[in-house]
């Protein structure tokens, strides 16, 4: 009994760090939810040339190419991220 306690704290523990989803699916198309819009640091995941950087919560923010240059993958970057 103790051990199917530990089980099933484990399993909602775990359950309560995944992370939402940002995109869902709808009949014209997909939506962004639960991505914060405006001035943040986001980590970038990658990079679209010539000037897109894309954060892991699929926004993005479009910067000159010496920034573009400058920016590597998996930093953290303060953007306008739309």
């Known amino acids: 009994m103790r051990r ?3 089980v099933i704290v ?3 523990a775990v359950g ?3 992370r939402p989803g940002y995109i869902e699916p709808t009949p014209h198309g997909a939506v962004v939810t639960s991505a914060k819009l405006g001035l943040y640091t986001k980590e970038v995941m990658t ?3 010539p000037d ?3 954060a892991d919560d699929a926004t993005i923010c479009r910067v000159s ?3 573009y240059q400058s920016t590597r993958v ?3 970057v303060y953007c306008n991220w739309q």
């Open 65 to 67: 190419p010496d920034r």
């Open 52 to 54: 897109t950087l894309v």
């Open 10 to 12: 484990s399993l909602v």
């Open 74 to 76: 998996h930093t953290m």
């Open 4 to 6: 199917l306690a530990h």
């Open 16 to 18: 309560a760090c995944a």
């Open 47 to 49: 990079k679209k040339e």
